[in-house]
Every structure is written in C-alpha cells, then in structure tokens.
C-alpha cells in the first residue's frame, strides 16, 4: 500500500540551483496537486493535473514547473531557487469525481540558503 | 474568492473538556468542506466531511450555510487528539482544496 509516495524527504539547496521533487502515486487517480505549506498560511495550491497531458496553474504558481507524462508521475520543478521557496512540499492524489478524499504524500522539506 | 479562516493558531484544551475548531469560509456556489488531520510525523490525512455526515473519532462537523461556518467539534478531548487540524474547501464536484491556515490542537494530561 505505498499510496502517495515523495522524494526526497529532505533538502536544502543553495540560491539559483534547479530541482525536482518526484512525487508517484499508485491509486491509478487523474487528480494530483502540488501544495506548499507554510506557518501561518496553510497549504496553498502551487500547481495541478486533471489527467496526462493536462497540467494548469493553481495559487502560487510562480517559480515552479510541472508536467505529467504518465497517470502515475506528478514532478515539481524549480527552476532557480529562492529562499522564498524555502518550505514544505505535499503532493497528493484523487479520483476525478469531485468531492472525494484527496491523499497526501509524507512531504518533501526544503531549505534555500 | 475562495477563502477558508481558521481564527486560532492553538487551541490548548484539558483531558476530557469539549473541543471546538472554528471553521469559517467564503464561497459563491456551494462548496464541499472537509477536515484535514495532521497527527505528529504523519502525513496529511482526511478525518471527515460534510457529504459524508459521518463521526469520526468522536468528531462531528456541522455546516451552516447561514453564519459560512463548519466548525469541528468533540465532547471529550483525549490526548491522542493532539495534532494539526485543517478546514478546506472545494466547489461542489471539483477537486481543488482550499485550506485554512490551520489550528494546533494540544490536549493536556
């Protein structure tokens, strides 16, 4: 039962480097999101993906790429980190039909010096 | 605009006394609101909502379309309750959740 599964659990970059945070789920959902989550500001929608090929701009959207080649793969992507970026990472999947319980990944933890 | 508000960042309640999380939220249509829970080095996890009308873990939810409110209760807190809470949002058959900021829920021995 692996669910919602992240890599890393943990990083830190300097300033101005690129990297992926992976994120895969095995639930077969066309539903998956990317969410930050900061003290104060609860998670806030980075960026999503109704299905394969299909990939649209949630809340904060600014500084992160995604794409989704497979059902099952959902990769963030920072182009040239900030330390604004500095925070924590959840991916989470669901069911297309609305409404229904969206599950999370254990979260990728990211520091930008 | 999709606005959920969680006016508490902590609510510290003892062993045993009631437990009530605030949950306002601001929504043109009807939405569809849950309960997150986020128990210590786990992940993000649903507890309940509103479709479902359901008790989970002794917590119940009530929406109120008239004050915009879905407030998570519990008559007795237990120290296993301890843990970050989150109210959310999502247009009815939609699938984009908006959080609240969240409350740490702390229940003293």
């Known amino acids: 039962n692996a669910g919602v599964t992240q890599t890393p659990k943990f990083q830190v970059l300097k300033t101005g480097q ?15 999101s990317w969410y930050r989550q900061d003290p104060g500001m609860g998670l806030r929608l980075i960026h999503y993906s109704v299905g394969a090929g299909i990939t649209d701009q949630g809340e904060v959207p600014n500084g992160y790429n995604v794409s989704r080649s497979t059902t099952e793969d959902f990769p963030l992507r920072l182009l040239s980190a900030a330390p604004s970026q500095t925070s924590v990472y959840f991916c989470a999947s669901s069911t297309r039909q609305g409404n229904t319980e969206a599950f999370f990944g254990q979260g990728t933890r990211l520091t930008v010096v | ?23 306002n939220y601001s929504y043109s249509g009807s939405p569809e609101l849950f309960w997150y829970v986020q128990y210590s080095r786990q992940r993000l996890q649903l507890l309940l909502r509103h479709i479902s009308r359901e008790s989970i873990k002794g917590f119940t939810a009530d929406l109120n379309k008239g004050e915009t409110s879905f407030h998570l209760k519990k008559p ?28 740490i829920l702390r229940v003293k021995s």
Do not use: I, W
Not at chain 2, 3 to 17: D, N
């Open chain 2, 76 to 103: 007795f807190a237990q120290e296993e309750d301890s843990a970050m809470y989150y109210c959310a949002l999502s247009p009815l058959n939609g699938n984009k959740l908006v959080f609240g900021a969240g409350t």
């Open chain 1, 18 to 32: 690129s990297m992926t945070l992976q994120c895969a789920q095995d639930m077969n959902h066309e539903y998956m």
């Open chain 2, 1 to 23: 605009a999709q606005r959920v508000t969680q006016p508490e960042k902590l609510l510290s309640v003892f062993k045993g006394a009631p437990v009530e999380l605030k949950c």
